[in-house]
């Protein structure tokens, strides 16, 4: 028998349609759309309800963090849950492993993914390498790595703890097209398998990425700036590690900076670089060529196998809070794909987030909460990860100026000639968490109260 098709476990409110399971309280008008999840429209919504709207790692682990504080979750997602060969996001920086830790997905990512505990400073022109050692942390943090894990890969593990909560309701192929907010609720309309369909639920968060449904629906924009170069991740067939790159790399050079990085076991590694915005996308592939030759020990041009050209930018909302609609991660704010602060900072967004939401529906606390939540990561953003990220990108990509490549060179030097500096150096990056809104409750689950 379907869930919800025994007429004696039907809410007032349906005593003739099919009910699936239903937000408002008896004298609401409830029914099924197609066969998505149920429209409910009358007095008010459950106040414990949450939609999660994104089904990329920062939507999986914010409805995960929520589910396991007691809250109902409905997640959404545009795409189906397949992979994809594009590279993606697959850096994962060490300040967020205590709290993949605490939801339990740690153990299964690093399984699957490499541990890096060092990372090296490579001087293209001259071969000088340097290095810093993660290792100096461990008085300091529980993890002292960074992970390497595909995106999709870190996606596939959360969903599955995800599906495994019995609090948590998941769509695949669904599309959000608008949403409407009242005292009570919201309201999110989406289109599913050919057809128009409604959700609603008390709070509705946006984590579907930079170019975000949610957002443009609130009215919210993206201001800030493009960068005049594209990044182009590579996925790459070449044995780095011969020419003295750790797993992952900084390759500094006045005109071929990158980004590399050890994918898995078996050879693939992702390189990363910048060209010009304005050249031609229909022939990057051929100046790709022209600079691996440049770059690799006798003009060698390695096995491609896949590629993703994105523009950078440094952008941010004026609020991550409208209503009953929050942002976090890339909906909320974007920046240069260069330090693993996008990643981390969202990772942090969902934290502070959740136990905002945790206080409001769980312990009749003040909205006013959500708007602290706002402005703390708001200026967590402002005033760390975008700076920091627009540095190394800037260090990375633009370092053809008098000088420039040298004076950078020089001060990794000095923070690499001793371990303290490589300390100091390193946790800056513990700023990107923040301290709670409130004092911590008996419960503690990552990303929780």
Known sequence: MPVGSD??????????????GCWAPTRARCWVSGRGSPVCEGERVAQDSV???????????????????????????????????????????????????????LDEALRRGLIHRTWSINVLGTGERMQIDLGVLADD???PFTLHLPQDELADIVTTALLAEPRVTVAWDTRVTGLRQD???????????????????????????????????????????????????????HDFAAQGYDVSAVQLDARDGALVAQIDRDGLWRYTYAENLHLPEESLRERMDEMFRRVLPGGEVPEVETWAAHRMHQRVANTFRVGRVLLLADAAHVTAPTSGYGLAGGFFDSVTLVEALAEVVLHGADHEILDRYSEVRRKVFTGLASPVSSESKQLLWNADGPGRLEEEVERFRWITSSPDRQRQYLLVGRRLESPPLRRRRATSVAGSV
Do not use: K, Q
């Open 51 to 105: 939609i999660v709207v994104g089904g990329g790692p920062h939507g999986l682990l914010h409805a995960l963090a929520l589910a396991r504080v007691g809250v109902d979750v409905t997640l959404l997602e545009a795409r189906p849950p397949r992979p994809t060969n594009s590279p993606r996001a697959m850096t994962f920086h060490w300040s967020i492993m205590r709290g993949l830790d605490e939801l339990g997905v």
């Open 7 to 20: 007429p004696r476990s039907r809410p007032e409110c349906c005593p003739t349609r099919r009910w699936t």
């Open 183 to 237: 005292a009570d609720g919201v309201t999110v309309d989406v289109e599913a398998d050919g057809a128009v369909r409604e959700y609603r639920a008390a709070w509705v968060v946006g984590a579907d990425g930079a170019t975000s449904s949610v957002r443009r629906a609130t009215g919210l924009g993206l201001p800030g700036i493009t960068w005049p170069e594209r990044f182009v991740a590579v996925n790459v067939r």
């Open 141 to 143: 943090i529980e993890h």
